[in-house]
């Protein structure tokens, strides 16, 4: 859609065009336009999941607790892992946090589209709404959980120092990668459902071979670099130095890897979206 | 007089498949790569040519032209498979033409379902704000209208319940009268009077009266004919894809309609 802006008789008209493989120009700028759109959405999602389930928002506090009480018998008790002598469960939550944060993000993401599909065809706003919606329920959801973390670092009396102001960039280096995958499996599902069913079985896989159960110090010094092609293992590295950089060291192969993927994943799932955008309706 | 809405030489082309694993799946993309590179012989032509996929080319729009005058009342009119959602869906922005140009003049607000977007869980109350964020409208402005919005749509009394337990016709009632309360440029409205009561339907008729009074568009998409012939001053027909007419006069419209 084009915007153009043309004074006939004196009075400002917006003229808007209507053509074949047009791309808006001021993209962006009609995003904003619709950014009250977005929050009534996100909005809307958030007290849906208060009205519908009886337990509501502790639902987001219940998943990840009850996670980590299951990796910490499993890794710290059973298994007897290491955990340079921080508290187990404290290790296992600082890593499901950005772990969650970015499963989520990316399977919500990716049914974004196809889950939206009643309105898709039937009324138009910037398609990047749907997924952004999912994007700020998702952080929306991480902040809450990230009370029970505060919780447990009083509980352990565990005192953050200076690293923590980089905290934000790691939470948002997992929110990035997330979507970012998530608008490209979003639009590959528009097309191949398949996705539907590759994305949570490559998530389950996801949460063992990162360093939520266990700390990715405990990978072989030989086999570092590989393990760290996964993004999430450099985020999740990351995230729990902030929190406790006297006990662990930063890996800077992981991390700047990380980023670099993160960003390049955003980018290219942008762009993917954008392109196919105006074929949603037809092919969805 | 400028116009609203100019449509010119809008095509819209769909592939249709035949056969195979036209369902979407990525088993297609494996078969048609499997296709290229096998070799064809044997028996495993054989295999590969039971989920031959064709495609065919299906024209939904063949070369549209037509111009809407501001504030006048348009009715489209043709049988199932005509291309009258299609034809709404461009101009709409939902799809997009494979050929032509359309220039709009104004705000389009349109209705093309009764309750898309409507949301079971939440209240009308949050609904009605819900869906005017949904067509465009600015939040102060569904709040400066919410009485109004609710007057016309007769369900007060339910305005606090889920629209869940809404019936069909409370439904259609709330959903026209966000649309309707939009002060929209150009209305576009597709089976909307389908549902609603006869009082309902002369109400609606009434409003969208109201509406083009006051310079407004209204585009209008009815079965009935009725409908069409109290309310439009201009019509289109639709066959194939292809306007077989466009005229003021509604009478000759209906009956090259029916004669189809």
């Not at chain 1, 802006?5 to 047009?22: D, T």
């Not at chain 1, 934000?168 to 459902?193: E, H, M």
């Not at chain 2, 111009?67 to 009119?77: C, N, P, R, T, Y």
Request: with cysteine; proline share 3%; charged share 20%.
């Amino acid at each position: 859609m084009d915007l153009k802006v043309s004074i006939k008789h004196g009075v400002a008209e917006k003229m808007q065009i209507i053509e074949a493989g047009i791309q808006a120009k001021d993209y962006w700028k009609h995003l904003w336009a619709r950014r009250e759109l977005l929050f009534f959405f996100t909005k809307r999602d958030i007290v849906i999941r208060y009205k519908q389930t009886i337990i509501g928002a502790s639902w987001v506090l219940i998943r990840p607790f009850l996670t980590m009480v299951v990796f910490t018998v499993l890794f710290g008790s059973l298994a007897n892992l290491s955990s340079n002598g921080l508290p187990y469960g404290f290790v296992v939550f600082a890593g499901m946090l950005p772990w969650y944060l970015f499963s989520t993000m990316l399977s919500d993401c990716s049914n974004s589209l196809v889950g939206n599909r009643g309105m898709l065809t039937k009324v138009y706003f910037p398609r990047l709404i749907f997924p952004l919606t999912n994007f700020l329920v998702t952080l929306v959801d991480f902040f809450v959980s990230f009370t029970l973390l505060i919780g447990m670092m009083i509980w352990y009396q565990i005192v953050p120092s200076w690293e923590i102001i980089f905290l934000p960039f790691f939470i948002l280096l997992a929110a990035i990668l997330g979507l970012g995958l998530g608008l490209l499996t979003a639009t590959l599902n528009v097309k191949y459902r398949d996705f539907q069913q590759i994305i949570p079985f490559l998530l389950q896989l996801g949460i063992y071979i990162s360093p939520v159960g266990y700390l990715n110090q405990l990978v072989p010094k030989r086999w570092e670099i590989i393990y760290f092609l996964n993004p999430m293992a450099g985020i999740i590295n990351g995230f729990r130095w902030c929190l406790v950089p006297g006990a662990l060291a930063l890996n800077w192969w992981g991390i700047l890897y990380a980023t670099f993927f993160s960003l390049a994943s955003l980018y290219v799932g942008i762009k993917i979206f954008k392109r196919s955008e105006s074929q949603f309706a037809d092919t969805i | 007089m400028t116009y609203a809405i100019k449509v010119e030489n809008i095509s819209k082309k769909y592939l249709i498949t035949h056969g195979g694993y036209s369902s979407g799946s990525l088993k297609e993309i494996a078969d048609n790569f499997l296709r290229k590179v096998l070799p064809f012989s044997g028996s495993r032509k054989k295999l590969l040519d039971t989920t031959q996929i064709s495609y065919e080319e299906f024209w939904a729009l063949k070369d549209i032209s037509f111009e809407i005058a501001k504030g006048s009342k348009l009715g489209v009119m043709g049988r199932n498979g005509a291309g009258k959602s299609t034809l709404l869906k461009i101009l709409c922005h939902i799809t997009e033409p494979t050929s032509g140009i359309i220039k709009i003049n104004g705000h389009v607000s349109s209705l093309l379902e009764v309750g898309t977007g409507f949301h079971p869980e939440l209240t009308g109350r949050e609904n009605v704000f819900l869906n005017g964020a949904i067509l465009g409208m600015k939040q102060l402005d569904i709040k400066r209208k919410f009485d109004e919005i609710v007057d016309f749509s007769e369900i007060e009394q339910f305005i606090d319940t889920p629209v869940k337990k809404y019936s069909s016709g409370m439904q259609v009632r709330l959903a026209f009268a966000v649309a309707a309360n939009l002060e929209p440029e150009i209305l576009i409205l597709d089976e909307v009077l389908a549902v609603g009561d006869v009082n309902f339907q002369k109400k609606c008729i009434d409003k969208m009266n109201e509406i083009s009074g006051s310079g407004a568009t209204v585009i209008f998409v009815n079965h009935g004919v009725d409908a069409i012939k109290q309310y439009c001053d201009q019509a289109i027909v639709l066959k194939h894809g292809s306007l077989i007419l466009n005229t003021t006069d509604i009478d000759s419209a209906i009956e090259s309609y029916l004669q189809q």
